[in-house]
């Protein structure tokens, strides 16, 4: 008993500085005033970017959708070659990760940008310059590069350890692939679907480097509203830490709703396997 407390204390000690601390003051900050007085102002005053968060929950729905209808379909082409050739795959995947996140996002507004790549073979082409960055469009794009493997990793790893005997006992039973991946496969990739979901709807929903830089200021997401709060010009951390708990709350219940989803894709998976 000893023993494991004495393994378990650095853990504590990093999750009390780094978790539970700054927790409590964005608690502390979102519920005082500047003179340290309790107020529900700040929270009340989070009414007025109601547009900020439907923006932001769109866009990253958006975001999410994409990833999800083309990292699937690539998670499981992957799952299905020889082992030699996943792990070139998701190397391939996981690449892009390797470079500084900066680094991508400025790499995609001289792509985008009015004289950029895209637009230069346009006129090259003869057709018309599009106008592509500092738009929507621009900051979806951003978000479906930046954080597509944490779509097609998640799912990668469930298909690759779901057992080829309920394929191969459903192919037996008279059931086409289409059937089989509909019946089986899907369902029982689910957990990692889900997973994917959550772990590209969080950072979207909350990004603001991406917002910044390929939506030029034009398109405020919640956080640059946080960041704005705290490092612009509009200098208030107690609206900005009330925008912030109020961004945490819809991430939980986000996260609290695909856990339900979870719960039933593993129960009826469970009973499919029985």
């Known amino acids: ?21 700054p927790m409590f003051l964005v608690g502390y900050f979102a519920f005082t005033d500047q003179q340290g007085q309790f107020t529900l102002h700040n929270l009340a ?18 975001a999410t959708v994409i990833s999800l209808v083309v990292g699937y379909p690539l998670a499981y082409i992957i799952s299905r070659t020889s082992v030699r050739r996943q ?4 190397m391939l995947v996981m690449l892009p990760m ?9 790499a995609w507004m001289t792509i985008l940008e009015d004289n950029g790549i895209i637009n230069s073979m346009l006129a090259g082409l003869g057709l018309g310059r599009l106008h592509l960055i500092n738009t929507q469009g621009a900051v979806v794009l951003g978000m479906v590069y930046n954080y597509m493997p944490y779509m097609i990793l998640p799912i990668y790893s469930v ?8 394929i191969e006992a459903a ?21 990692g679907v889900i997973s994917g979901v959550t772990m590209v709807f969080v950072p979207s929903v909350s990004t603001f ?15 640059d509203l946080i960041d704005m709060q705290f490092l612009g010009s509009a200098y208030n951390p107690n609206l900005g ?28 998976g469970e009973g499919m396997l029985i």
């Open 1 to 21: 008993m000893i023993k494991s407390k004495a393994v378990s204390a650095p853990y504590l000690i990093w999750m009390v500085i780094f978790i539970v601390v």
């Open 45 to 62: 005053g989070v009414g007025q970017y109601s547009n900020v968060f439907l923006r932001s929950i769109w866009l990253g729905l958006i």
């Open 87 to 90: 792990s070139i795959l998701i």
């Open 98 to 106: 390797w470079m500084n996140f900066l680094l991508r996002t400025y």
């Open 159 to 166: 298909l690759t350890k779901i057992d080829q005997s309920i």
């Open 171 to 191: 192919q037996d039973l008279g059931a086409g692939r289409s059937k089989v991946f509909h019946k089986v496969t899907f369902p029982l990739s689910m957990p």
């Open 209 to 223: 480097i991406i917002s910044k830089m390929l939506g030029g200021g034009g398109n405020l997401l919640i956080g």
């Open 241 to 268: 830490s009330a925008i912030s708990l109020v961004l945490m709350l819809l991430i939980l219940i986000c996260m609290g709703i695909m856990n339900q989803f979870d719960e039933g894709d593993r129960a009826d």
